[in-house]
């Protein structure tokens, strides 16, 4: 699994469905006002959001197996 940056998930998020892995994901607004997919179940230090407290995870592109079909070229 990937090291890298972890990303907060807010407090509620609901969980969707990746389209080609198994894996929840939930969808978090970068900074740029993009939404970016985040995987809440990659490791020890990743958690889910609960309804009253924040989550936290790596972005789903470093952790699902068929990213590449879905990065956006920019």
Avoid: Q
Avoid at 17 to 29: A, L, M, S, T
Avoid at 30 to 51: E, I, L
């Amino acid at each position: 699994m990937s090291s890298g940056h972890y990303f907060t998930v807010p407090p509620g998020t609901r969980p969707g469905k990746c389209r080609d892995c198994p894996k929840p994901i939930y969808w978090i607004e970068t900074a740029t006002g993009a939404f970016m997919p985040v995987d809440c179940n990659a490791n020890a230090r990743s958690f889910p959001p609960s309804a009253t407290d924040a989550g936290s995870g790596l972005s789903h592109f470093a952790t699902c197996p068929s990213a590449a079909k879905f990065r956006k070229v920019r």
